[in-house]
């Protein structure tokens, strides 16, 4: 089955600068990769997701790349705000709507005042 | 957007005991749901994947007897955790799609037996 490697496990920057998540994934056949945002006691919240027909896809802050030889993604956030305190979530699926998620293991980001 | 609504968000069992779980869509029909574990500090793990009208299929090593799901509708999904143990506490997690347009999470459930 698909396997989701992310780094780093935790992730401390100085509010202002930016941060970047890494992801890894081992089945060719994924084809679409979200990011999550999870804050303490509550369940995960989409930031931003790319299909594996795109290279990079940005919403204000937030971008993703995605290197489908490589099997690579990464979450950049720049200008870093104390509220992007949380863990963060990078996933896999094969078939979106029909296969659920593999996820990573998260990162703590932590945003420095 | 599309909006899961996952309820109780907390709840305490006695050891033995069964307890329900519900997930419903609110603004959208879900052709899927899903229901995932995450025990503190960790990742989410898929546990079963649910269609409307169809028996849920489960990951490998999620004993189907123990973790029973109904999807009786295109808005509602349930999870029974039966003959509860404390190594059932966790913080249980459902999610929903059409298909088309990703996974929304519902705010998920922190089950205790005691």
């Known amino acids: 089955g698909e396997n989701v490697e992310q780094h780093p496990s935790t992730l401390s920057v100085q509010e202002g600068d930016s941060a970047v998540i890494k992801c890894t994934y081992s089945?060719?056949?994924?084809?679409?990769f979200p990011w999550y945002k999870q804050e303490l006691g509550k369940g995960p919240q989409l930031i931003i997701d790319?299909?594996?027909?795109?290279g990079e896809k940005k919403d204000q802050r937030i971008a993703v790349t995605l290197n489908k030889t490589a099997k690579h993604f990464s979450l950049h956030i720049t200008e870093t705000q104390p509220e992007d305190s949380a863990v963060y979530f990078c996933?896999?699926?094969?078939?979106?709507?029909?296969?659920?998620?593999?996820f990573g293991k998260g990162t703590h980001l932590i945003i420095q005042p | 957007g599309a909006v899961v609504s996952q309820h109780p968000s907390r709840v305490i069992c006695k050891s033995g005991t069964s307890v329900k779980i519900e997930c419903r869509s609110l603004?959208?029909?879900?052709?899927?749901m899903f229901w995932y574990r995450q025990f503190p500090k960790q990742s989410l793990m898929l546990m079963a994947t649910?269609?409307?009208?169809?028996?849920?299929?489960?990951e490998q090593g999620v004993e189907k007897d123990k973790f029973l799901i109904n999807h009786a509708s295109l808005t509602l999904s349930t999870l029974t955790v039966t003959s509860a143990h404390p190594e059932d506490s966790s913080f249980y997690i459902c999610?929903?799609?059409?298909?088309?347009?990703?996974?929304?999470f519902g705010s998920g459930t922190r089950l205790t037996v005691v």
């Open positions: 999610s929903a799609t059409t298909g088309s347009y990703g996974y929304t």
């Open positions: 089945d060719s056949a994924s084809n679409y």
């Open positions: 790319i299909r594996s027909n795109v």
């Open positions: 996933a896999a699926s094969k078939s979106l709507g029909a296969d659920g998620l593999t």
């Open positions: 603004d959208f029909q879900a052709t899927t």
């Open positions: 649910s269609n409307e009208g169809s028996k849920a299929t489960y």
